[in-house]
């Protein structure tokens, strides 16, 4: 049984959108159009997620570190110093950006880009820290069970949107394998969708038979709407059966990262309001 990371998947992802990020940002055209404010926009979303992200860290998992293995805990603080400034530093470039003159544009993004690869630097050596010397300390120190238990009050604090953005964030850089095991997981885990009869007496397998009303009529409205608000009655050339995962409505294959980076609508996760992922196993575990 592999033992349970809690770094490894999520850091994963941070680190191919970084690269991506500063990629992108060098070989950004920035005299065109909205591409400084475009550009300044995506190094602020990427700090404000980096600094919830330590925030998640802090509440879920360093607490336990600090009280079973405090050297390692204080080797991860000592590391904020760096880590703060550099984040500043981007943020404030970033802010100042669309509102430099056009002559001093391309000076101002290469001054950018090299903020963000300080973060980066600082950060790369943050992750690696944390995955090969907090990892291990709480490998040595902390029961499964216990590993176990940070990932699932982890999981009960995220919303349906927010686990459903943790996905799309990570799973496109993790091997097929590990994508399918954690698509897998979470389809297990979701809750059945809530389609018990409905007011009509349809059910999701069982279309009703009773005779259309009109659409200019006052309950008109679910069969108007089609399949999203009346599960019983698919558009018209629209089979019932999802072409998506059982519950969540995403993919589980080789493909799954694609999909949810493409941003295509996970139609099931919105089914599960208001409830949380509480299953999988280590392999499918995530921050
Ligand atoms: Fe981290």
Not at 77 to 93: C, G, K, P, S
Not at 124 to 131: D, F
Not at 160 to 189: C, F, N, Q
Request: hydrophobic share 35%.
């Amino acid at each position: 049984m592999p033992k349970i990371d809690l770094y490894r998947n999520v850091h994963m992802g941070q680190r191919a959108r970084l690269f991506t990020l500063a990629t992108e940002l060098g070989a950004a055209d920035i005299t065109r159009g909205a591409a400084a404010a475009e550009q300044a926009e995506r190094c602020l979303a990427m700090t404000r997620e980096l600094r919830e992200h330590a925030d998640h860290e802090d509440t879920f998992i360093h607490r336990l570190l600090r009280e079973r293995a405090p050297e390692a805990a204080d080797a991860l603080d000592a590391e904020h110093i760096r880590l703060d400034a550099a984040f500043t530093t981007l943020d404030e470039q970033a802010r100042a950006l669309p509102g430099t003159p056009a002559e001093a544009l391309p000076e101002a993004q290469h001054a950018l880009y090299l903020a963000l690869n300080e973060v980066i630097s600082a950060y790369l050596a943050h992750l690696h820290l944390e995955e090969t010397v907090a990892m291990p300390a709480l490998w040595q120190y902390a029961a499964d069970t216990e590993l176990g238990a940070v990932f699932t009050a982890f999981r009960a604090s995220r919303s349906p949107e927010e686990a459903l953005s943790d996905l799309r964030r990570m799973l496109p850089a993790l091997p097929p394998a590990v994508r399918a095991a954690i698509m897998r997981g979470t389809v297990e885990a979701a809750p059945p969708p809530s389609a018990p009869a409905s007011a009509d007496g349809c059910t999701r397998t069982s279309p009703c038979r009773r005779p259309r009303r009109s659409k200019a009529g006052p309950d008109a409205r679910p069969h108007a709407q089609g399949s999203r608000t009346h599960r019983g009655h698919p558009p018209p050339g629209r089979s019932h059966r999802p072409k998506t995962g059982p519950r969540t409505g995403l993919r589980t294959g080789p493909r799954a990262g694609r999909a949810l980076n493409s941003g295509a609508a996970p139609g099931g996760m919105r089914g599960t309001n208001g409830h949380r992922q509480t299953g999988g196993s280590p392999c499918c575990e995530h921050y």
